[in-house]
């Protein structure tokens, strides 16, 4: 059964004569000034739970302090477990109760059921506080983009076969345990893989050509395999011989997330090593990790792979806004409408705003001028701005 909040817990931290003490009571004393935060953050671990009841987990209040203490020591998730077992201090921001010991794997399966939305509508109550303050009015901002890397190694076609057929066998692995008693054999390919693997990164073309076969063969028997224990196991389960749904489920899921990526890995693999095609950015798959990964190019700059930021800052140098995009837009496309969501936050557009030369348009500078933006400063000379 999961709280919004500890009610025995005290509200006042452990005093500890330092800095970092002084920082948390400030953060503890904004964060009990909005106790709706609490109800938002009880949804999102709601939608998470499968049942309410068992012993009490982290309440929604310590779980959204756990997030932020995670972000202001900038740590990990083990170390973030170690200091919440180790320091009163933070037990007592986190407002823990004392036989509360919460493990990494707990922490990270918590804050990753957070959502974005809930996220940014903690960071407009902060940019309010701000305004009310007077730290940030945002009346004069500057845009940016930059890059945030997925935690992945640089693709490769023949590494993305070697995880395919990898992947492929855990999942025949898992899906012998759905039942007392397994319905399909199948081989093990990954050292044949990996070997092929090793030798394509190392081979000339001509022999290069014939590991990739060698890989591509190896990937569709496995394919082939686990598209036949697919049925398998939905005719088992028809008859009853499941031992849980909810892990058929889950098993079958995985599936059907896994298959449309190996696809995507072959096909790319055969237009571009065999068929000699340059396969454009947004049809590659990059890892099968973070399928979500984007291939950004700013500039002649080397390729990154992550996702693409447009972020607002205000004078006081606190972030206004930030904004994940999908794919690698223009940053000229972009100033507009961050300009708009500026006037969502805070009710009309700043005064004065400033973008590198990115950003600099004919267009976006006429617009911008018509949204009642006074001063708009683009890191080009007026004479350079180009036409959109």
């Given at each position: 059964?999961?709280?919004?909040?500890?009610?025995?817990?005290?509200?006042?931290?452990?005093?500890?004569?330092?800095?970092?003490?002084?920082?948390?009571?400030?953060?503890?004393?904004?964060?009990?000034?909005?106790?709706?935060?609490?109800?938002?953050?009880?949804?999102?671990?709601?939608?998470?739970?499968?049942?309410?009841?068992?012993?009490?987990?982290?309440?929604?209040?310590?779980?959204?302090?756990?997030?932020?203490?995670?972000?202001?020591?900038?740590?990990?998730?083990?170390?973030?477990?170690?200091?919440?077992?180790?320091?009163?201090?933070?037990?007592?921001?986190?407002?823990?109760?004392?036989?509360?010991?919460?493990?990494?794997?707990?922490?990270?399966?918590?804050?990753?059921?957070?959502?974005?939305?809930?996220?940014?509508?903690?960071?407009?109550?902060?940019?309010?506080?701000?305004?009310?303050?007077?730290?940030?009015?945002?009346?004069?901002?500057?845009?940016?983009?930059?890059?945030?890397?997925?935690?992945?190694?640089?693709?490769?076609?023949?590494?993305?076969?070697?995880?395919?057929?990898?992947?492929?066998?855990?999942?025949?692995?898992?899906?012998?345990?759905?039942?007392?008693?397994?319905?399909?054999?199948?081989?093990?390919?990954?050292?044949?893989?990996?070997?092929?693997?090793?030798?394509?990164?190392?081979?000339?073309?001509?022999?290069?050509?014939?590991?990739?076969?060698?890989?591509?063969?190896?990937?569709?028997?496995?394919?082939?395999?686990?598209?036949?224990?697919?049925?398998?196991?939905?005719?088992?389960?028809?008859?009853?011989?499941?031992?849980?749904?909810?892990?058929?489920?889950?098993?079958?899921?995985?599936?059907?997330?896994?298959?449309?990526?190996?696809?995507?890995?072959?096909?790319?693999?055969?237009?571009?090593?065999?068929?000699?095609?340059?396969?454009?950015?947004?049809?590659?798959?990059?890892?099968l990790y973070e399928p979500h990964t984007d291939i950004i190019v700013k500039d002649r700059r080397q390729v990154q792979y992550g996702h693409k930021l447009n972020l607002v800052?205000?004078?006081?140098?606190?972030?206004?806004?930030?904004?994940?995009?999908?794919?690698?837009?223009?940053?000229?496309?972009?100033?507009?409408?961050?300009?708009?969501?500026?006037?969502?936050?805070?009710?009309?557009?700043?005064?004065?705003?400033?973008?590198?030369?990115?950003?600099?348009?004919?267009?976006?500078?006429?617009?911008?001028?018509?949204?009642?933006?006074?001063?708009?400063?683009?890191?080009?000379?007026?004479?350079?701005?180009?036409?959109?």
């Open positions: 059964m999961r709280k919004k909040r500890n009610p025995q817990c005290s509200m006042e931290l452990h005093y500890v004569p330092h800095e970092i003490c002084s920082q948390l009571s400030g953060i503890s004393q904004w964060l009990d000034a909005h106790p709706q935060f609490n109800d938002w953050i009880y949804e999102d671990l709601s939608s998470g739970d499968k049942q309410n009841t068992g012993r009490n987990g982290l309440s929604a209040e310590s779980v959204l302090r756990a997030a932020l203490l995670k972000q202001y020591l900038n740590c990990d998730y083990d170390y973030l477990s170690f200091v919440l077992m180790d320091s009163m201090l933070f037990r007592d921001f986190c407002r823990l109760e004392p036989n509360q010991r919460p493990s990494r794997s707990s922490l990270h399966g918590l804050i990753s059921l957070l959502t974005a939305s809930t996220w940014e509508r903690i960071n407009n109550c902060q940019l309010m506080t701000a305004k009310d303050q007077g730290i940030e009015k945002g009346r004069t901002v500057a845009i940016d983009s930059t890059v945030t890397e997925s935690d992945i190694k640089p693709p490769c076609d023949s590494d993305l076969l070697a995880s395919s057929v990898k992947e492929i066998c855990r999942l025949l692995e898992r899906g012998q345990t759905l039942t007392a008693t397994p319905l399909y054999e199948y081989t093990h390919h990954n050292r044949a893989v990996k070997d092929a693997a090793r030798k394509c990164i190392y081979a000339g073309k001509e022999e290069r050509h014939q590991h990739y076969k060698k890989l591509l063969q190896l990937t569709r028997k496995s394919r082939k395999v686990l598209i036949e224990a697919t049925v398998t196991l939905a005719n088992a389960r028809q008859q009853g011989q499941c031992l849980l749904a909810d892990d058929a489920d889950k098993w079958q899921a995985d599936v059907d997330h896994l298959l449309p990526l190996v696809d995507a890995i072959v096909s790319q693999t055969e237009r571009r090593v065999f068929k000699g095609e340059k396969v454009p950015a947004q049809e590659k798959v990059v890892s800052q205000g004078k006081s140098r606190l972030i206004l806004d930030l904004v994940i995009e999908e794919g690698n837009p223009a940053d000229s496309d972009q100033f507009i409408p961050m300009m708009e969501r500026q006037k969502e936050i805070y009710g009309r557009v700043p005064r004065q705003t400033s973008g590198d030369g990115g950003y600099a348009c004919r267009a976006n500078l006429e617009k911008a001028k018509a949204m009642g933006i006074s001063d708009v400063a683009f890191n080009k000379g007026s004479f350079r701005i180009p036409n959109c």
